[in-house]
């Protein structure tokens, strides 16, 4: 599943991720969140949660994780003055945010006025990016399941894509059209693009149902066990508990969830080391090293997670 030619793959600092959805309810923005704060926290990585989602439920997320009821700009406000960096909080020691606002929504229309030109508009933000890209290791998207200005702008600028994978039929037609008709013309029209699909990520995944083991099935058989995260997010209480409250580190249940996503940006940063390094994902293997999520059991690795909760500043 390579979007990318060989002749594009150059070594990228400070990587830009998006983790997209066609639907709401998949989790994607707490499922977004928690890798941050995990590299953030667990591994020392210097991280920027930027919010589009107009229903900015990651600024309020954050906020709540990290008791914060004040940031410095909004998003939309940063990007309209053409600042990007007046717009950016530090939360924690390592985690960084350019918080959501009701302003978001007019964005779409601020660069429609300010790009008439589609092809201009597409490349708006690639030079904003590429000056954060210096400050930071990772960089994390959060935008709505739709396809306006602003997140087509997003796209053409991220490096990475993570769709999460519904094992639905809906969600599963959903994802090969958002990967045929949205990523594949951006690569194609827009020779400025790094965008390449990193690994599919199940998510909501139900073991009683059996027609969800059967979509997997079908969804590793279309696209390859390579390009398959071998971590499986499950539904779960305690995650939806993490979009409502805040994230926490305060019990063998969060431990738990934490080794799971600590699984997950660690195969992240092996797919992209693999992929940056051989131009395809084709051959790529993981093994589970904090937590197998199917079984419900932490590893030894994860056995090594502190419950000590949140660090703040």
């Not at 990520?201 to 390009?227: C, H, I, M």
């Not at 799971?260 to 084709?282: C, M, P, Q, S």
Request: hydrophobic residues 35%; aromatic residues 10%; glycine residues 6%.
């Amino acid at each position: 599943m390579n979007l990318r030619s060989e002749d594009s793959l150059t070594k990228i600092k400070g990587r830009v991720i998006m983790l997209t959805a066609r639907k709401g309810g998949t989790g994607k923005t707490t499922d977004n969140d928690l890798i941050a704060v995990v590299a953030s926290q667990l591994f020392g990585k210097k991280i920027l949660l930027i919010d589009y989602d107009q229903q900015r439920n990651t600024t309020s997320n954050i906020g709540s994780t990290y008791q914060i009821t004040h940031f410095n700009r909004s998003m939309a406000a940063a990007i309209k003055s053409n600042d990007w960096e007046s717009g950016i909080t530090q939360v924690s020691p390592n985690l960084y945010i350019m918080a959501g606002s009701p302003g978001s929504e007019e964005l779409n229309e601020y660069l429609s006025q300010k790009y008439p030109d589609r092809h201009k508009r597409h490349l708006a933000f690639l030079e904003p990016l590429k000056k954060l890209r210096e400050q930071f290791d990772y960089i994390f998207i959060d935008c709505p399941p739709s396809t306006d200005n602003v997140v087509r702008a997003f796209l053409t600028a991220a490096d990475y894509i993570v769709p999460m994978q519904e094992l639905k039929r809906y969600a599963m037609e959903g994802t090969e059209d958002f990967i045929n008709e949205v990523l594949v013309p951006i690569v194609n029209n827009f020779q400025e693009t790094n965008l390449q699909i990193i690994g599919i990520l199940p998510v909501l995944f139900s073991v009683r149902k059996s027609s969800q083991n059967a979509n997997y099935k079908k969804t590793v058989d279309k696209y390859g066990e390579a390009n398959i995260f071998k971590s499986i997010v499950k539904g779960s209480d305690r995650l939806e508990n993490y979009g409502e409250y805040g994230i926490q580190l305060n019990d063998y249940v969060d431990r738990r969830w934490w080794a799971i996503f600590a699984d997950i940006f660690t195969e992240l940063e092996e797919r992209i080391e693999y992929y940056e390094k051989n131009g395809d994902i084709e051959g790529f293997n993981y093994t589970l090293k904090y937590a197998d999520s199917m079984a419900n059991r932490i590893l030894p690795k994860g056995k090594e997670i502190e419950i000590n909760g949140i660090i703040t500043n």
